[in-house]
């Protein structure tokens, strides 16, 4: 079974902190995502990458970068977290563009 | 650029009953179409995919989806509904032409009563 990991189930930072999320996959998967979840709004894709070293904007890129040394390992940096960043993360990974993406457990993040 | 719409809230239906949960799509191309389920505070857990062949799909915990290209329409289904059934689901779509991202609904939250 694919499993993805992501470092915290719940954080509380404060406006203004650097908040750095992380997410592991074992499936040696290609690509990896970053999405975030919000009631009414379904899930909005951040960042994306399709190989170690490389990275895409998603459709809501802003306030947000990202990491990914590793093939296995991508990060999510709120490089200064706001109140407005507030909600769970998801992290997920497929073997190539077209594949099923498998997610990981979420982050719920709350920025004070 | 593709989209989905999943015009239902939230689903009412009895265990024991059939239930439906209904998703419409737009997208460049052939579509790659895919159901997921949320429980509460957990990530979402694939339950099955459209790529080509046979209309009807079967996946994980007896659900099924009919793939309906006229009406370009996705709909899940469950013969049988369960209490344990009662979750957060969405359904996405992707399109073979060029590099498409996956998009997602809005959700639909189903609720089975016993």
């Known amino acids: 079974d694919v499993k993805v990991t992501q470092s915290s189930r719940y954080l509380v930072k404060r406006t203004g902190e650097k908040v750095f999320l992380e997410c592991v996959q074992d499936?040696?998967?290609?690509?990896m995502f970053w999405y975030r979840q919000d009631p009414g709004l379904g899930l909005r894709l951040i960042y994306f990458?399709?190989?170690?070293?490389?990275?895409e904007k998603g459709d809501i890129p802003e306030g947000y970068s990202v990491s990914r040394e590793k093939k296995e390992r991508f990060s999510l940096i709120l490089e200064s977290a706001s109140t407005n960043q507030t909600s769970m993360y998801l992290c997920a990974s497929s073997f190539q563009g077209l594949e099923t993406q498998y997610f990981g457990p979420g982050t719920r993040l709350l920025v004070l | 650029a593709q989209s989905v719409a999943q015009p239902e809230d939230q689903v009412n239906v009895a265990e024991g009953n059939p239930l439906t949960v209904k998703c419409t799509y737009s997208?460049?191309?052939?579509?790659?179409l895919f159901w997921y389920v949320q429980y509460p505070n957990r990530g979402l857990q694939f339950l099955l995919k459209y790529i080509t062949g046979d209309n009807l799909v079967k996946g994980s915990y007896g659900f099924e989806a009919e793939f309906n290209k006229s009406q370009t329409s996705f709909h899940l289904k469950k013969p049988s509904a369960l209490v344990s059934d009662s979750a957060l689901y969405f359904c996405a779509v992707t399109g073979d032409t060029g590099f498409q991202k996956l998009v997602f609904g809005t959700g639909t939250r189903l609720l089975v009563s016993p």
């Open positions: 499936m040696d998967h290609e690509n």
């Open positions: 990458s399709y190989d170690v070293k490389m990275k």
């Open positions: 997208v460049s191309g052939n579509p790659y």
